[in-house]
């Protein structure tokens, strides 16, 4: 909340009255953040909500991107992951284990490149667009990115005995509480960038599970409380600069502006 306080004075016949006059915004659920891009890169979005800001949005960043192929993804997470406590690795998205950034493959132990937003969903596959989007691909655990699957987000489940913390059932899986936000704001990243332009698919989320090949994903609502819950650190911010940097030179808005899920989706 922000309060201007200004003073007028008026001069009397008896002496001097200094009034103080208050203006008060009103108060909103999520705090207002701002960042250094605010007036170059999202000024077309400042001061906009609902489907305005969300447009607008979507051409801040659809222009001028760079895509990457999918064999170019490999190298471009060694850097968007890195370690920040050892240069020779990367962090895995559930288990949230370190481990060396050469130790990618095929094998239950090594990792690959999970879509946060599961590429069935939408059936995009891995050629050049939202399957090769660095802003929701991460590394994972060859084994438990298989055990996520296509899974919509949801709360519940049993426990992942590979990933602790992390939990699954039938139709839904839940990361670990320190990706929960991380995961929510790649989801709405897409539903934001990809609006059916460009021969890519609409995708969408929705409030539901089993979206089986549908351009969506869920549950809104769900990752709504884990944007809350999980606000962005210094690892999810950094790679997002790095993505706009090296790579991409696209932004994810909602790690910017975390706010801004809530006033999209009311
Ligand atoms: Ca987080
Ligand atoms: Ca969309």
Sequence with gaps: MTS????????????????????QTPATA???????????????????????????????????????????????????DEDPDNSANVILLYTGRSQSKNSNGGNADDWNREHVWAKS??????????????????PADVSVNSTRGNKDFDEGGSEVGEAPGNRTDDDSFEP???????????????????????????????DKVDNGSQPSMGRLS?????????????????RNQVIYDDFQHNRNPFIDHPEWVADIWK
């Design 4 to 23: 201007v306080t200004r003073w007028k004075s008026l001069a009397l016949l008896a002496g001097v009255v200094t009034v103080a006059v208050t203006a």
């Design 30 to 80: 999520v705090p207002t953040s701002t960042t250094a891009y605010d007036d170059t890169y999202y000024k077309d979005a400042i001061g906009k909500t609902g489907e305005p800001l969300k447009d607008a949005l979507n051409q801040i960043i659809s222009k001028d991107v760079s895509k990457l192929s999918y064999d170019e993804v490999w190298d471009a997470l060694k850097k968007t």
């Design 121 to 138: 969903h939408g059936d995009f596959g891995t050629s050049t667009g939202p399957g090769t989007d660095i802003h929701h691909l991460r």
């Design 176 to 206: 670990r509480d320190q990706v929960k936000g991380d995961v929510a704001r790649m989801i709405l990243y897409m539903s934001v960038r990809y609006e059916g332009g460009e021969g890519y698919p609409d995708l969408e989320p929705n």
């Design 222 to 238: 769900v990752l709504k409380k884990w944007n809350d819950e999980d606000p962005p650190d210094a690892f999810e911010k950094k």
